[in-house]
């Protein structure tokens, strides 16, 4: 059997009808515990609904900040976390999608019995977390990890022999010279040789674990490649290395990688599309040229002029101000309302903006007592007494709170320390396509 | 200081497997052996166990049973630079050199023994725990709090009384109590070592839970349990000679703690020999697996360096 | 970015610190590691000079070395001297001391006083059992425990009051001080404190100060504790800020912040900052001169403009090419190959010369010095001797 497959096997014609990986409607919740009984009282959304599809031989770029739930996510489509709600899958072939898009356009109560079937008949082969045996095995093999940091993803006590080729001997693929000889041609194939097979992790140095770390990967000629931060924690000269090692391979094998990173530089070179996520969701999508030439969305907009550009001469870099929301608990409508620079009324402001916005008028926020929530868009604050609450009426009404929030106050009415505040509600945003494949949520450009 | 170079590879000539992984245990010990105080313990346990080992060439063994001590009625009392008993007699005319000779080899079988058993259901537990995580990991923490919210020498003790008088039934209660910490110990560790990448990439990999444990999991695990264990190899023999003492061994038996008991009644009349040379070698025992153990810590786990 | 402090441009301006061919060598079970190895550069007033290098280059080392925190096995100042004026010493026309011969306690003095620190992770450098507000107190007390008795208690305050505002009461004073005649002038003194930890907060866009003050460090974000040093940092007005990558642990968006507020306030308080970073681009943004280190030595210095508009020295050319920007493409970043020298014992050659492709014999058997091209531009490297062209190195288009 060839250790280096040409770039073919991997892209052959039957293969660029379907992704590599699909995602649909994808959540990973993680339970907030408290108590002594530790009860569950609520749910950290770090990832909150997220549907693409990576197509072989191309290279998706996933970027956003921490928090964002963009590593969350990676590790959910390498199959180390299960996802709590939506699916994940694995070679799904275009006219499967197409089914699966036909039928899930159709209420659920409305589905015929042979739908559900046919679903279900879909799912078994291909969702990754109902494989099982050959299936499974399939998936595991063809979906590898690369992880950023490049000391805590090597076994401290394990020879680069034995680490890179234990991918090898868990699926019995070779044992004694012929694995030795196999892991040579992997280390040779990352830029390294003989001589590192009998040494120890910590005898290198970041870039050179990265490489061991990418020869691991490749060791069972995979399809599939995430990359989590790569090259985060490398120095500028290193990173170029690898960045070109990844390219070079990904040519000669016919890898599909996705690449994710904070590093908006970094993922522009590397990527051909590239998604952008905020507190769990996608906020833009599309090719990387369209989102940097013809950004739509103030997020990407804000990141775009917070990385400094080296080639540029003028730009100034400039920041966000304003609080991120509570993944626990985060705004029905654009999550990025509260930061962004270009906010409308129309956007979901919610009673928490008020009550944060309360926060920055120190006596204010001191005589708050209670907040009786109806809805998140709905609520009647209470007060210590009346001069504060005549105070915050009279300051939201003719005073200094945003303009996009005042425009979607509806209703402000005060009766004695109380004051009742209502804003407009809003749906929940979604992706819409702004020409060609480029996706955005946000209003401003998508006109719902 | 993150800004220091290290060495590069370049320079170093290359091994096969097996000379690597000598090296880096010659290196190791290298490192151990060079702080003086444990270079100094490790000499002191390797004489005693030579000394246990090399027991019945050094003395005439007792008959029938060498572990019980000789009694001569003609030498009672005798003091220390008596012919033929150069550490003096016991009350019942036992020689003293032959209690702490042979005692020595009770007391190895006694650490080696408890210290074996421990580990081993210490860390069967604690890995169960730790890694399985879960249900399993609640009821056994549960069972190891039972066990920690009575004190580990009374509990021994009242496990000792129960059996009856035997040093085998002390090793027995020993065994059965102790093995708490270890487990805690490697539970701990599991924990903070599954958190590590390298777990994850073996998962992707596709290897078997059981071998993910095995080959990732514990290896970066036991450093802890290592260097507790060598430490309790010292102060078991100070809670078995503490258990004999207070009368749970059999009487007669050449152990330290039972000499040490023995002598008691003669200190106050000037009779010292008997029960300071014993105590003199419990004191060593511990003392010396207490140096060696700090001196491994210190190399393998640099963090809680006693300095 | 360039600043200007009384209208002069950058060159004509005081001098705050001259570091002259420092040299800072760590004691290795290998041999000596020699980090710094001969470093000299100059700061001036109101300017921000850019350090920057990728790890080992020895830049954070440097950085420390001006306050003297280089613990002392297995690290020595092997060399050289830190000369520092502050803007008392300035005003009175004096020299410069010796940072690195000063006796401990001046240096203790000078420290968050006259020369302040900010570190990489803001989350190691606050003390996670106090609450901000006692942090941020601790600093006044320290440098300005004159201003507060001066302002919160009467004429000439007794001894007590005095050790106080010094934090240096003993055990039995402290008790004697929750007494009323005491207690009384405490509680000024205390107000007076947070006062001015109020107002330092303030300076930083800190919206609700108060709140902060009462926090614990882990309740805030990382950008918010950032902001807290900074504070700390800037609280007394000091005349040189040193801050090593200060935001390489933060969110870009919150990066952007900091070093806008960072900016801001230098203008306003008038303070030097050391700027560490191993990041290009963010240097170009905000320094106004720009000093190259590699292997413990410095390789270039210039003006920013200069120095991205036209990089000599090979290094800094390859790192720069090695940056993903617009103009790349996929697989073609220019990658230096090879890896940082080992600083053990190092013999007299260029420390670059392993993996310049331009290198000839004498690169690999002299040190290089730093030649003056053009105005405020120098570079260390054998190319830009004058001399006969066989043995020097040319330089290319790096490929």
Redesign the interface.
């Known amino acids: 059997m060839t250790v280096v497959s040409s770039a073919a096997s991997h892209l052959s014609e039957t293969v660029a009808e379907r992704a590599v990986i699909s995602l649909r409607g994808v959540e990973k919740h993680f339970p907030i515990k408290d108590g002594a009984l530790q009860r569950v009282v609520g749910q950290v959304r770090a990832v909150d609904g997220v549907s693409f599809a990576i197509r072989p031989g191309e290279t998706v770029g996933l970027v956003g900040e921490s928090g964002c739930g963009k590593t969350t996510l990676g ?1 959910c489509i ?3 976390a299960p996802t709590t709600g939506g699916k994940i899958y694995f070679r799904l072939g275009d006219d499967a999608a197409a089914r699966l898009d036909e039928i899930e356009a159709i209420p659920e109560a409305e589905r015929s019995q042979d739908q559900l079937a046919e679903i279900e008949r879909i799912d078994a082969g291909h969702r990754i977390d109902q494989l099982s045996g050959p299936a499974w ?1 399939t998936y ?2 063809n ?3 690369v ?3 490049s000391f ?8 680069v ?1 034995d680490i890179v080729g ?2 090898l001997r ?2 019995k693929e070779a044992s004694g010279s012929e694995l030795t000889e196999r892991v040579v041609s992997l280390l040779e194939s990352v830029g390294l040789g ?7 992790p910590h ?3 970041g870039g ?1 674990r990265q490489r061991i ?1 990418i020869a ?1 990967a490749l060791a069972l000629d995979p399809e599939f490649i995430v990359l989590d931060e790569p090259t985060s924690a490398l120095d500028v000269s290193v990173q170029a290395q690898i960045l070109n090692l990844l390219h070079e391979l990904q040519q000669e094998r016919g890898l599909t990688y996705l690449f994710i990173s904070h590093d908006l530089g970094v993922v522009r070179l590397m990527s051909d599309r590239i998604a952008v996520m905020y507190l769990g969701e996608v906020v833009e999508q599309g090719t990387a040229l369209e989102l940097f030439e013809s950004s739509r969305h103030p997020y990407t907009d804000a990141l775009l002029a917070a990385n400094p550009d080296i080639s540029s001469e003028t730009t100034e870099m400039k920041g966000l101000s304003g609080t991120v929301p509570d993944p626990a608990n985060p705004p029905e409508g654009c999550r990025f309302h509260t930061r962004c620079p270009v906010a409308t009324p129309a956007c979901g402001w919610e009673v928490d903006d008020a009550v944060d916005w309360l926060q920055t008028k120190e006596t204010l926020l001191g005589a708050l007592i209670d907040v009786e929530r109806r809805t998140n868009f709905d609520a009647t604050l209470v007060f210590h007494d009346v001069d504060s609450a005549a105070a915050v009426t009279t300051a939201m009404a003719e005073g200094d709170i945003p303009a996009a929030m005042k425009g979607a106050l509806a209703n402000l009415a005060r009766d004695g320390t109380k004051v009742r505040i209502s804003l407009t509600p809003v749906e929940p945003v979604r992706l819409a396509d702004v020409g060609g494949q480029h996706l955005t949520s946000c209003i401003l450009h998508t006109g719902l | ?9 370049s320079a ?1 000539p ?4 097996l ?2 992984r000598l090296r ?1 245990f010659t290196d190791l010990a290298r490192q151990v052996l060079r702080n003086k105080t444990t270079l100094a313990g490790l000499i002191v346990i390797v004489g005693m166990v030579l000394v246990a080992f090399l027991a019945p060439v050094l003395t005439t063994p007792n008959v029938p049973d060498p572990y019980q001590m000789p009694r001569d009625w003609g030498a009672l009392n005798e003091p220390p630079g008596t012919p033929g008993h150069i550490l003096g007699t016991t009350s019942d005319g036992g020689d003293v050199l032959y209690g702490i000779i042979w005692g020595s080899r009770v007391s190895l079988r006694l650490s080696v023994i408890v210290v074996s058993v421990t580990v081993t259901i210490g860390v069967i537990v604690g890995s169960l725990a730790g890694f399985l995580g879960g249900k399993i990991d609640e009821i056994l923490m549960r069972i190891v709090d039972v066990f920690l919210s009575i004190p580990e020498l009374i509990f021994a003790l009242a496990i000792a009384a129960v059996l009856g008088p035997s040093f085998g039934n002390i090793i027995l209660a020993l065994s059965m109590v102790f093995w708490v910490k270890y487990a805690r110990i490697i539970r701990g560790q599991i924990i903070h070592v599954k958190q ?3 777990v ?8 078997s839970r059981f ?1 993910i444990f095995l ?2 999991v514990l ?2 695990s036991v450093t802890p349990v290592m260097v507790q264990a060598t430490l309790d190899m010292g102060s078991i023999v100070l809670v078995g000679a503490t258990l004999s003492f207070i009368g749970l061994a059999e009487a007669g038996l050449a152990e330290w703690g039972v000499l040490v008991s023995k002598g008691q009644v003669g200190i106050s009349t000037g009779r010292w020999w008997a029960s300071t040379f014993p105590g003199l070698m419990i004191f060593l025992w511990a003392l010396a697996f207490n140096l060696v153990g700090d001196g491994l810590r210190d190399v393998l786990d640099p963090k809680t360096e006693s300095r | 970015m360039t600043s200007t402090v009384d209208g002069l441009p950058p060159a004509s301006r005081p001098l705050v610190a001259e570091v002259k061919d420092l040299r800072v060598h ?1 004691q ?1 079970k ?1 041999g000596l ?1 020699h ?1 710094v190895d001969g470093v000299s550069f100059e700061i001036r007033d109101g300017e921000t000079l850019g350090l920057v290098g990728e ?7 440097t950085a420390r070395s001006f306050i003297r925190l ?2 002392s096995p297995p ?1 020595v100042y092997a060399g050289g001297e830190i000369d520092f004026w502050s803007s008392a010493a300035r005003r009175k026309g004096e020299g410069p001391i010796d940072l690195l011969q000063i006796p401990q306690k001046e240096m203790l003095e000078i420290r968050g006083d006259r020369i302040a620190m900010i570190f990489q992770d803001p989350g190691k450098a606050l003390n996670p059992a106090l609450t901000i507000g006692s942090q941020m107190s601790e600093v006044l007390f320290q440098h300005r425990s004159q201003e507060l008795m001066e302002a919160a208690l009467e004429e000439d305050p007794p001894a007590i009051l005095r050790r106080a505002a010094r934090q240096q009461s003993s055990a039995l004073e402290r008790l004697l001080l929750k007494l009323p005649p005491w207690r009384g002038r405490m509680r000024r003194l205390s107000r007076r404190v947070d006062e001015l930890v109020a107002r330092a907060l303030t300076e930083t866009q800190i919206s609700n100060p108060r709140k902060i003050m009462d926090s614990y460090p882990h309740e805030l974000s990382g950008g918010m504790k950032q902001r807290v040093l900074i504070a700390q940092a800037l609280a007394c007005n000091p005349d040189l800020l040193i801050a090593d990558e200060p935001t390489t642990a933060l969110d870009v968006t919150i990066q952007a912040r900091i070093l806008e507020l960072i900016a801001e306030l230098q203008q306003r308080l008038e303070t030097s900052v050391l700027y560490i970073s191993h990041d290009l681009s963010l240097v170009r943004e905000i320094c106004d001169r720009v000093a190259v280190m590699y ?1 413990g030595r410095i390789v270039e210095t210039g003006t920013t403009k200069e120095i991205f508009s036209n990089p000599l020295h090979p290094y800094t050319r390859g790192l720069m090419a090695a940056v993903p920007s617009a103009a790349h493409k996929r697989g073609e970043l220019a990658a230096i190959e090879g ?6 014992d190092p013999p007299p050659a260029c420390r670059f010369n392993s993996r310049c492709p331009f290198a000839v014999e004498i690169c690999r058997t002299t040190d290089p010095r730093a030649i003056p091209i053009g105005d405020e531009h120098s570079v260390a490297c054998f190319a830009y001797e004058s001399g006969d062209r066989t043995e020097l190195p040319t330089l290319e288009q790096w490929v």
Do not use: W
């Open positions: 590790r390498s199959g180390l095995k595991r093999r979906c590898q990890m992880f950023q940091d805590s993803s090597l076994n401290p006590r394990q020879l022999k234990r991918p868990v699926y003989r001589q590192h097979l009998y040494r120890y005898q290198f140095s050179q770390s691991r | 200081m993150t800004d220091v170079v290290g060495t590069p590879l170093a290359v091994e096969g497997p000379a690597v880096r590590n990448e390298y994850d990439a073996a998962r992707i990999t596709g290897d071998n080959k990732d290896p970066n | 760590f290795a290998a590691v980090a790890t080992g280059c020895g830049k954070s080392v280089i613990p690290g292997a890896n940082v020298p080992e600083l053990v």
